[in-house]
């Protein structure tokens, strides 16, 4: 869940402007589809917005207001998801006229970077932290043999009551894994705040985990995968690749 759900947000956060409203849709489908995220969705309770006055205010203010998104973390999730659902069910353009004020560029598609950068981000980020923090409080790891199979396409997966009996503990080298981790952060000093945090948060983890003499593997993949999916420089994903490296014992 969590691969494709990395998987269509980073088509949404690439799309053309002109393609953006057609992409945002199938994000909002994938959403719609997965029972464990719309459950999510849904218990952060129902947005009291008006939508249409809500959605004109903006449209209409020619790039001199944004939405809000509310103070809690409960409100964001279910307000962002109220307007993006609002703007796909009206076939919104998107990029002329919500996202006029997310960008001074007078480019539409720094227009529609900006609006997932301030806004669709907002929404993301939270289902991200709930993927990962679903799959910490289930304890993935590898003790859990799964029984996969393929029927039309669709991967149907079992598990068992067996576990794994066999270990294999790996040293590892502590100043380098210091080191990588400094080159991580030193090239994500330009993230906005959330993914700094973000970032945070997914080092945090690896750096307990890889020292441990059995480190929790899906912790340590999950915290890989999140990193992988932030957008960042050239340099940061070069940093995050040598971190994969080197953890990749570990993981296997």
């Known amino acids: 869940m969590q691969y494709d759900f990395n998987s269509i947000c980073n088509r949404l956060l690439q799309a053309d402007y002109q393609d953006y409203p057609e992409v945002l849709g199938k994000f909002l489908k994938f959403l719609n589809n997965a029972p464990i995220i719309l459950d999510y969705i849904k218990d952060c309770g129902v947005c009291d917005w008006v939508m249409e006055e809500t959605i004109q205010s903006v449209q209409m ?12 973390d409960e409100e964001e999730v279910r307000n962002v998801y109220a307007v993006l659902s609002y703007l796909v069910e009206t076939n919104n353009s998107i990029y002329h006229g919500v996202a006029m004020g997310y960008s001074s560029s007078g480019k539409y598609q720094d227009k529609i970077k900006g609006f ?19 799959g910490i ?42 080191r990588l981790i400094t080159d991580i952060q030193s090239t994500a000093q330009n993230f906005c705040e959330e993914d ?48 994969i490296q080197f953890v990749e014992p570990l993981i296997h």
């Open 116 to 134: 997932n950068e301030r806004f669709v981000m907002i929404l993301i980020r939270h289902i991200e932290r709930y993927l990962t923090k679903v």
């Open 61 to 72: 203010a020619y790039g001199r207001k944004i939405f809000g998104t509310g103070e809690t």
């Open 196 to 243: 700094k945090q973000t970032v945070s948060e997914c080092i945090e983890v690896i750096k307990n985990e890889a020292v441990e003499n059995k480190p929790k593997k899906g912790m340590l993949k999950t915290a890989l995968s999140t990193l992988t999916a932030l957008k960042g420089t050239a340099e940061f994903v070069a940093a995050v690749m040598a971190l």
């Open 137 to 178: 409080d289930m304890g993935i790891d590898d003790r859990v043999i799964y029984n996969v199979t393929v029927d039309n396409g669709q991967a149907i997966i079992a598990a068992d009551n067996a576990t794994v009996t066999a270990t294999n503990n790996v040293s590892v080298d502590r100043d380098e894994l210091k």
